[in-house]
């Protein structure tokens, strides 16, 4: 599996946009890059994914580098429901499984 | 909102004991994975199932965990002998297929093992 590089922790003020980094080199063309993230004491859950163009929906937005070798998750306005672990994961097109790495943990100051 | 069903929540054993994890996938999901998550880590993928047949289970300690599927539908996790290490949270998910480029996994709350 092609790796993710993310770092281990962020603060964000409440209601301020939060830029979560995710460096990965070794991407592959085929390689989707998936976001996930887990709330205290809750199983992972599925925030957004992209190809190659910058990609948005309900709950965040991805915004891919043209080379693709890193890619940004930004949540508009970071609420205290937003502080979790988010893990940024390749997934190449046809595998069967996430490779989830350790994440950032994202903490929201109110 | 359909969710992915884990019994029991929290279970405490004492090493040597066996353990049964349960988890009832959504409905109308093929694809069925068990994870193990060691607390400060990422998930890892134990096994995966499509319908009642194992697609991954190279992660799986075939010595001491069996997992099945038998009807398609839910899943039972089994460890036996369970062992000091086997402490973390077991994750069960479901998506409803693994061969598309798009398989979003929705997970459950997951069961939170002690081994004493």
Sequence with gaps: DAKTTQPNSMESNEEEPVHLPCNHSTISGTDYIHW??????????YVIHGLTSNVNNRMASLAIAEDR??????????????????YCILRETGANNLFFGTGT???VIP | EAEVAQSPRYKITEKSQAVA???DPISGHATLYWYRQILGQGP?????????????????????????RLKGVDSTLKIQPAELGDS???LCASSFTW?????EQFFGPGTRLTVL
Aim: net charge negative.
């Design chain 2, 88 to 90: 973390a949270m077991y």
């Design chain 2, 44 to 68: 890892e993928l134990l096994v995966q199932f499509q319908d009642e047949s194992v697609v991954d289970d190279s992660q799986l300690p075939k010595d001491r965990f069996s997992a099945e």
């Design chain 2, 21 to 23: 994890f349960w988890c």
């Design chain 1, 36 to 45: 996930y993230r887990q709330l205290p004491s809750q199983g992972p859950e």
């Design chain 1, 69 to 86: 070798k890193s890619s940004t998750l930004i949540l508009h306005r970071a609420t205290l429901r937003d502080a979790a672990v988010y």
């Design chain 2, 99 to 103: 061969e598309s480029d798009y398989n």
């Design chain 1, 105 to 107: 943990r994202l903490t």
